[in-house]
């Protein structure tokens, strides 16, 4: 709450529905899926789908280029007062998609200079973009890190491509941890708000995310989201095709309250579509698909 908070970060979470648990009741957020480039694999993922490090998998979300994104935001802001903030989570990532990404915020903000922009991320390209955060106000990013134990991530993430190659193992599981913890430590220094989403996955992280969730409170992780693996076999992931289940509520709040005293937890998430319109837990997104919007908005 705001008592155990500087004046600064209170003003940049009270309006913001991820941020702030009392926020998520009156404001609301929307999601554009401009993004759908990825540099990375998760074994719980389907590219054909929504980018499950932060939303809902099995979802096809609308994709739009950032020009109809900018349309539609613009629509949404005229109808839906409540509206604070404006993400980007994916299908793919956002930090490698940058130029899709970076256009439409930049579009959105030209015309909205109010609205907050979050962005979402597997944290592989986010240092080479922090100044480009900063300078651009992006005040709120989420990093998805599942591990910071290569041996466990090898379990996670087949495989990354960085810097023109593609690694594999250990090595990939490595890469990836320590450009998810750089770019936390680049950006909290820089004072953006940085939450870190984990997805729990049974028998693989379940016993590591408290040391997941001490790793980045000592980097200044605003908040730690422990969400659970939805796995299913029809949507064609590698955990959906190997039988990998997803936790239980009860083995979800056994790992919530094993990382108490840690970095903030936040329970409010409702795993929102890439392309979800209105307050957590309700979608208006059919409201403003593409086919209605106005072509040209004032
Ligand atoms: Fe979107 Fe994510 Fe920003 Fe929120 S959602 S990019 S931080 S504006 Fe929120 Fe939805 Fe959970 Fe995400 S409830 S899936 S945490
Ligand atoms: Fe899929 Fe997102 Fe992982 Fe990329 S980062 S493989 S889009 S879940």
Same mark, same amino acid.
């Given at each position: 709450?705001?008592?155990?908070?500087?004046?600064?970060?209170?003003?940049?979470?009270?309006?913001?529905?991820?941020?702030?648990?009392?926020?998520?009741?009156?404001?609301?957020?929307?999601?554009?899926?401009?993004?759908?480039?990825?540099?990375?694999?998760?074994?719980?993922?389907?590219?054909?789908?929504?980018?499950?490090?932060?939303?809902?998998?099995?979802?096809?979300?609308? +994709?739009?280029?950032?020009?109809? $994104?900018?349309?539609?935001?613009? /629509?949404?802001?005229?109808? #839906?007062?409540?509206? !604070? &903030? %404006?993400?980007?989570?994916?299908?793919?990532?956002?930090?490698?998609?940058?130029?899709?990404?970076?256009?439409?915020?930049?579009?959105?903000?030209?015309?909205?200079?109010?609205?907050?922009?979050?962005?979402?991320?597997?944290?592989?390209?986010?240092?080479?973009?922090?100044?480009?955060?900063?300078?651009?106000?992006?005040?709120?990013?989420?990093?998805?890190?599942?591990?910071?134990?290569?041996?466990?991530?090898?379990?996670?993430?087949?495989?990354?491509?960085?810097?023109?190659?593609?690694?594999?193992?250990?090595?990939?599981?490595?890469?990836? +941890?320590?450009?998810?913890?750089? $770019?936390?430590?680049?950006?909290? /220094?820089?004072?953006?708000? #940085?939450?870190?989403? !984990? &997805? %729990?996955?049974?028998?693989?992280?379940?016993?590591?995310?408290?040391?997941?969730?001490?790793?980045?409170?000592?980097?200044?992780?605003?908040?730690?989201?422990?969400?659970?693996?939805?796995?299913?076999?029809?949507?064609?992931?590698?955990?959906?095709?190997?039988?990998?289940?997803?936790?239980?509520?009860?083995?979800?709040?056994?790992?919530?309250?094993?990382?108490?005293?840690?970095?903030?937890?936040?329970?409010?998430?409702?795993?929102?579509?890439?392309?979800?319109?209105?307050?957590?837990?309700?979608?208006?997104?059919?409201?403003?698909?593409?086919?209605?919007?106005?072509?040209?908005?004032?």
């Amino acid at each position: 709450g705001p008592d155990d908070m500087d004046p600064a970060t209170w003003a940049k979470v009270k309006d913001h529905p991820c941020y702030s648990e009392e926020a998520h009741h009156y404001f609301a957020r929307m999601h554009v899926a401009v993004a759908p480039a990825c540099n990375i694999q998760c074994n719980y993922c389907n590219r054909k789908y929504d980018c499950a490090n932060e939303s809902r998998p099995g979802v096809v979300s609308e +994709r739009l280029t950032p020009d109809q $994104a900018a349309r539609k935001v613009l /629509a949404v802001a005229a109808e #839906v007062p409540q509206l !604070s &903030v %404006l993400g980007i989570a994916g299908p793919g990532d956002a930090a490698y998609d940058w130029k899709r990404t970076k256009s439409t915020f930049e579009q959105v903000a030209e015309r909205l200079p109010d609205i907050r922009l979050c962005l979402s991320s597997n944290g592989l390209a986010l240092p080479d973009r922090v100044d480009e955060i900063v300078s651009m106000n992006i005040d709120h990013v989420t990093i998805t890190i599942n591990a910071i134990d290569p041996e466990i991530g090898q379990h996670i993430y087949p495989w990354v491509f960085f810097q023109g190659a593609r690694h594999t193992g250990i090595e990939a599981a490595t890469i990836l +941890r320590d450009r998810q913890l750089l $770019a936390l430590e680049m950006l909290t /220094a820089r004072g953006v708000l #940085v939450k870190v989403n !984990s &997805v %729990l996955i049974p028998g693989i992280n379940d016993e590591h995310l408290i040391e997941v969730n001490k790793a980045v409170k000592a980097r200044g992780a605003f908040l730690h989201n422990i969400m659970p693996l939805i796995s299913d076999p029809a949507h064609g992931t590698h955990f959906g095709l190997t039988g990998q289940r997803g936790p239980t509520g009860a083995e979800l709040k056994k790992v919530q309250d094993a990382c108490a005293g840690g970095a903030n937890l936040m329970r409010h998430c409702r795993q929102c579509r890439a392309d979800a319109v209105g307050l957590l837990g309700e979608d208006r997104g059919q409201e403003f698909t593409l086919d209605k919007l106005p072509e040209v908005i004032e």
